[in-house]
């Protein structure tokens, strides 16, 4: 079974730019969340989408933003980007609501913001 | 203060040794992960448990709701083990999303 892809794995952008990630999750599973990780706030979470729905959303301005497809791959979106919105962004994907269900993770998408 | 505190930040240990590494948290929560990270990035859910305890390999995770308190211990310790391991709880009740704690690194030598 194919585990969780994300892609890019890394990218660099310069600030004012915007930036789209993409997650596919295990097949089956219909849920998929999105984190922050950064070395002074640790991870964060951004948002989960469940069967196309956001269900859950972090506190994240609105230049973060996400959408689920029909086959449940996901993608999110960051625009006008600032340096500090460099990090590693990682998704999960669970069989159930990620609050109910094991989560597996991708390797991540390593954002620079220059 | 955080909603979820791990201690110790950091811990070195012997090849051999039983490792205990601690997650407090403050809020009423349905469930708790525990998580590991190693270096480049990739995290591996280990367990996810919301009472008792649960034992996978040498790895055993356990959880007392009135005290709102879980441990990760792991016995006879191996350097691959090394890695950031994270403890996320999910609150109860409103907004079910995961809160984490900031990690432990663990090193374990030769």
């Known amino acids: 079974k194919a585990g969780v892809t994300q892609t890019p794995r890394y990218l660099i952008k310069t600030r004012g730019q915007q930036v789209t990630l993409s997650c596919s999750p295990i097949s089956g599973h219909r849920s998929v969340s999105w984190y922050q990780q950064t070395p002074g706030q640790g991870l964060q979470f951004l948002f989960e989408y469940f069967s196309e729905t956001q269900r859950n959303k972090g506190n994240f301005p609105g230049r973060f933003s996400g959408r689920q497809f029909s086959n449940s791959r996901s993608e999110m979106n960051v625009s006008t980007l600032e340096l500090g919105d460099s990090a590693l962004y990682l998704c999960?994907?669970?069989?159930?609501?990620?609050?109910?269900?094991?989560?597996?993770f991708g390797e991540g998408s390593r954002l620079t913001v220059l | 203060k955080n909603e979820v505190e791990q201690s110790p930040q950091n811990l070195t240990a012997q090849e051999g040794e039983f490792i205990t590494i601690n997650c407090s948290y403050s809020?009423?929560?349905?469930?708790l992960h525990w998580l590991q990270q190693h270096p480049g990035g990739g995290i591996v859910s280990l367990f996810m448990l919301s009472s008792g305890k649960k034992k996978h390999g040498r790895l055993i995770a356990t959880i007392n709701i009135q005290e709102k308190h879980s441990s990760l211990h792991i016995t006879a310790s191996h350097p691959r083990d090394s890695a950031v391991y994270i403890c996320?709880?999910?609150?109860?009740?409103?907004?079910?999303?995961?809160?984490f704690g900031k990690g432990t690194k663990l090193t374990v030598n030769p």
């Open positions: 996320a709880v999910i609150s109860q009740g409103g907004s079910e999303k995961l809160v």
């Open positions: 809020v009423g929560i349905s469930a």
């Open positions: 999960a994907s669970s069989s159930r609501q990620a609050s109910t269900g094991e989560l597996f």
